[in-house]
């Protein structure tokens, strides 16, 4: 039996050292259009590869994904986070947790990830051919013929691991193929925001904010990053990926709400500045308050209410703190256009899940051939989940197609 895996990134890896483990007498030919292997894996997490997230449970696991949720919790419900950690463990990689939930190797290198795949392979055999693009598929006779421009090769099975692709005409092929393919649309990227001047406070980090886009119900709550182009972080990054597809309809142009001092509301954020005035009548308002924010950005916050930080908290009036709690408990934002998150790019879109077996990861159109990865309609949001839909579904998809 010859299993062809199309894609050499991590699910398409997954997926072929998944079917030369469940299947040792198969030929498994691993085919990747370009000269580099796994490029993802080495850029992921500044170079640290972010394998996975500390979430066992799969229906919680799932539900960090925008597009997926309920397909993605029948893949975790076989083969999720607990047996990926074990996996890595069984090749002699370590796994630590950051505080925010997201797993590394302990050797903070994303070689250690690579070499762990690559060497898997080669030890179960699977053969690897990397500047080999395939241009298309076809069932001919009783197996399947791929077509690239340094000829045909033959496979029983076939598994497409191609990743997410920007544009629609990549996926081209497979709606040749009879499959329903959504249309993809950037899902990871960070907020532009050309004409405010927050932009000169770049390298300021709130740690806990709350954000929505108006007119709308999307809300992201967490950690802001201020850059020289606007908004990032993981309360950014999470609201765009839950956003894709309506900021996209959007032109990427709308307003952000922002709530600076995260769930604490404007009627108790007043309560302390009355209170604290009442206290501290002589202390500026550059040193009240805060809300835990840093100096600069309260600062800012400040001035751009219209008052002087050198202000004591004596002499600000009932409607001065009142329009210092509306900037920050509802200030306002207007975003234009997106900037793509560092080499991360991620789509949402591809094949349509309502025609793959969750079970098996097979094409409910065309029999013996089996999808894994971003090729599929899933996208996750930051943080090891998009790698951990890779390595499941990679899993299965392999396992299957030798089944």
Same mark, same amino acid.
């Given at each position: 039996?010859?299993?062809?895996?199309?894609?050499?990134?991590?699910?398409?890896?997954?997926?072929?050292?998944?079917?030369?483990?469940?299947?040792?007498?198969?030929?498994?030919?691993?085919?990747?259009?370009?000269?580099?292997?796994?490029?993802?894996?080495?850029?992921?997490?500044?170079?640290?590869?972010?394998?996975?997230?500390?979430?066992?449970?799969?229906?919680?696991?799932?539900?960090?994904?925008?597009?997926?949720?309920?397909?993605?919790?029948?893949?975790?419900?076989?083969?999720?986070?607990?047996?990926?950690?074990?996996?890595?463990?069984?090749?002699?990689?370590?796994?630590?947790?950051?505080?925010?939930?997201?797993?590394?190797?302990?050797?903070?290198?994303?070689?250690?990830?690579?070499?762990?795949?690559?060497?898997?392979?080669?030890?179960?055999?699977?053969?690897?051919?990397?500047?080999?693009?395939?241009?298309?598929?076809?069932?001919?006779?009783?197996?399947?013929?791929?077509?690239?421009?340094?000829?045909?090769?033959?496979?029983?099975?076939?598994?497409?691991?191609?990743?997410?692709?920007?544009?629609?005409?990549?996926?081209?092929?497979?709606?040749?193929?009879?499959?329903?393919?959504?249309?993809?649309?950037?899902?990871?990227?960070?907020?532009?925001?050309?004409?405010?001047?927050?932009?000169?406070?770049? +390298?300021?980090? /709130?740690?806990?904010?709350?954000?929505?886009? #108006?007119?709308? =119900? %999307?809300?992201?709550?967490? !950690? &802001?990053?201020?850059?020289?182009?606007?908004?990032?972080?993981?309360?950014?990054?999470?609201?765009?990926?839950?956003?894709?597809?309506?900021?996209?309809?959007?032109?990427?142009?709308?307003?952000?709400?922002?709530?600076?001092?995260?769930?604490?509301?404007?009627?108790?954020?007043?309560?302390?500045?009355?209170?604290?005035?009442?206290?501290?009548?002589?202390?500026?308002?550059?040193?009240?308050?805060?809300? +835990?924010?840093? /100096?600069?950005?309260?600062?800012?916050?400040? #001035?751009?209410? =219209? %008052?002087?930080?050198?202000? !004591? &908290?004596?002499?600000?009036?009932?409607?001065?703190?009142?329009?210092?709690?509306?900037?920050?408990?509802?200030?306002?934002?207007?975003?234009?256009?997106?900037?793509?998150?560092?080499?991360?790019?991620?789509?949402?879109?591809?094949?349509?899940?309502?025609?793959?077996?969750?079970?098996?990861?097979?094409?409910?159109?065309?029999?013996?051939?089996?999808?894994?990865?971003?090729?599929?309609?899933?996208?996750?949001?930051?943080?090891?989940?998009?790698?951990?839909?890779?390595?499941?579904?990679?899993? %299965?998809?392999?396992?299957?197609?030798?089944?």
């Amino acid at each position: 039996m010859r299993i062809a895996v199309i894609g050499g990134g991590a699910a398409g890896f997954m997926a072929a050292i998944s079917a030369a483990t469940h299947q040792r007498d198969a030929d498994v030919l691993l085919l990747e259009k370009s000269d580099k292997l796994l490029a993802k894996v080495r850029i992921s997490g500044g170079g640290r590869c972010n394998v996975t997230h500390a979430c066992p449970d799969p229906r919680k696991l799932a539900r960090h994904y925008p597009r997926g949720e309920a397909f993605l919790r029948k893949v975790f419900t076989q083969w999720g986070q607990p047996e990926t950690i074990a996996w890595f463990a069984e090749q002699g990689v370590r796994l630590k947790t950051e505080a925010d939930g997201r797993m590394f190797p302990t050797t903070d290198d994303s070689r250690t990830i690579i070499d762990a795949l690559q060497e898997a392979a080669v030890r179960l055999g699977v053969h690897i051919r990397t500047q080999f693009p395939v241009t298309g598929i076809a069932f001919v006779g009783d197996s399947w013929l791929l077509h690239s421009a340094t000829g045909p090769v033959d496979a029983d099975r076939i598994v497409v691991a191609t990743g997410g692709s920007p544009k629609a005409e990549g996926l081209e092929w497979l709606r040749a193929l009879g499959h329903e393919v959504v249309p993809p649309v950037p899902s990871l990227f960070t907020f532009n925001l050309p004409g405010e001047a927050i932009r000169t406070l770049m +390298g300021v980090v /709130a740690p806990q904010v709350r954000l929505r886009i #108006e007119g709308t =119900g %999307l809300e992201s709550t967490g !950690p &802001l990053l201020v850059t020289h182009w606007g908004f990032s972080g993981p309360a950014v990054l999470r609201l765009s990926a839950f956003g894709a597809r309506l900021l996209h309809d959007r032109g990427y142009r709308y307003t952000v709400r922002v709530t600076w001092t995260g769930d604490v509301g404007a009627h108790t954020g007043l309560q302390r500045l009355q209170a604290e005035a009442a206290e501290h009548p002589k202390r500026q308002l550059a040193n009240a308050g805060g809300f +835990g924010l840093p /100096a600069r950005l309260w600062t800012y916050l400040v #001035e751009r209410s =219209g %008052l002087s930080p050198e202000k !004591p &908290l004596g002499e600000v009036g009932p409607r001065q703190l009142l329009r210092l709690m509306d900037v920050l408990t509802n200030d306002r934002y207007v975003a234009e256009g997106k900037t793509t998150f560092k080499e991360e790019f991620v789509t949402a879109g591809g094949v349509a899940l309502e025609q793959v077996d969750p079970a098996t990861l097979q094409s409910t159109v065309r029999p013996g051939l089996h999808f894994a990865g971003e090729v599929l309609d899933i996208d996750g949001i930051t943080g090891g989940f998009n790698f951990q839909a890779a390595w499941s579904t990679g899993w %299965l998809a392999g396992r299957a197609a030798v089944g």
